[in-house]
């Protein structure tokens, strides 16, 4: 065999049948990309749908947050309501407790005893005392003597009849009634003049 530039021929035959390019099969086409690009495509919509259910999610959460947060604020408006009515309810009944010692003052102050002036100036003062005391809670008198009767304020112990007085007058209270800031502690126990002219 005969050498070519060093090479034996076999060896050059051999040489080309390594770098040789492969053969293109003029039948064949080029690969096909369309399941490439339905994957892609599959991967993107799984995503988007993926995206809007958690975007679902956050507004659901959001919402219930927002919700839990008004009921908090409910509750504690609530709570701190309830717990004034309460403090009100143990003050009433401690006030009303109070009440039969008011009136007690008031009729000895009534009874008029000139000898003992200084006396009565001393209850007097104590009077005045209790009075503003129990007006700084919140405890005000209900108007009854020269009022038309009020059955939510005034309780009608007796009727009289007479001219001197407009129908359904009161013209004497027998006992103060009270209220304890908007509340009616106890109602005015009163006479009420019925004028069978008007």
Same mark, same amino acid.
């Given at each position: 065999?005969?050498?070519?530039?060093?090479?034996? *021929? %076999? =060896?050059?035959? /051999?040489?080309?049948?390594?770098? /040789?390019?492969?053969?293109?099969?003029?039948?064949?086409?080029?690969?096909? !990309?369309?399941?490439?690009?339905?994957?892609?495509?599959?991967?993107?919509?799984?995503?988007?749908?993926?995206?809007? !259910?958690?975007?679902?999610?956050?507004?659901?959460?959001?919402?219930?947050?927002?919700?839990?947060?008004?009921?908090?604020?409910?509750?504690?408006?609530?709570?701190?309501?309830?717990?004034?009515?309460?403090?009100?309810?143990?003050?009433?009944?401690?006030?009303?407790? #109070?009440?039969?010692? %008011?009136?007690?003052?008031?009729?000895?102050?009534?009874?008029?005893?000139?000898?003992?002036?200084?006396?009565?100036?001393?209850?007097?003062?104590?009077? *005045?005392?209790?009075?503003?005391?129990?007006? *700084?809670?919140?405890?005000?008198?209900?108007?009854?003597?020269? =009022?038309?009767?009020?059955?939510?304020?005034?309780?009608? #112990?007796?009727?009289?009849?007479?001219?001197?007085?407009?129908?359904? /007058?009161?013209?004497?209270?027998?006992?103060?009634?009270?209220?304890?800031?908007?509340?009616?502690?106890?109602?005015?126990? %009163? *006479?009420?003049?019925?004028?069978?002219?008007?």
């Amino acid at each position: 065999m005969g050498r070519t530039n060093g090479r034996t *021929k %076999v =060896e050059a035959e /051999e040489l080309d049948v390594e770098h /040789e390019l492969p053969a293109s099969n003029e039948g064949e086409t080029a690969p096909d !990309t369309a399941p490439a690009a339905a994957a892609a495509k599959a991967q993107i919509s799984s995503r988007e749908t993926e995206t809007e !259910t958690l975007r679902a999610e956050r507004d659901m959460l959001l919402d219930r947050l927002a919700r839990l947060q008004a009921e908090f604020e409910n509750a504690r408006k609530r709570a701190a309501r309830e717990q004034q009515e309460f403090r009100d309810y143990a003050l009433t009944e401690a006030i009303r407790t #109070i009440l039969p010692v %008011v009136d007690n003052f008031e009729r000895a102050l009534q009874s008029s005893n000139a000898e003992n002036a200084e006396f009565r100036s001393g209850v007097e003062l104590i009077y *005045k005392q209790l009075q503003d005391s129990l007006a *700084k809670l919140g405890l005000r008198p209900i108007a009854a003597k020269g =009022e038309l009767f009020d059955p939510r304020l005034h309780e009608a #112990i007796e009727a009289v009849d007479t001219s001197d007085a407009r129908d359904h /007058e009161v013209i004497e209270e027998l006992q103060r009634g009270y209220k304890l800031k908007d509340r009616l502690l106890r109602p005015s126990m %009163v *006479k009420v003049a019925r004028n069978p002219q008007q």
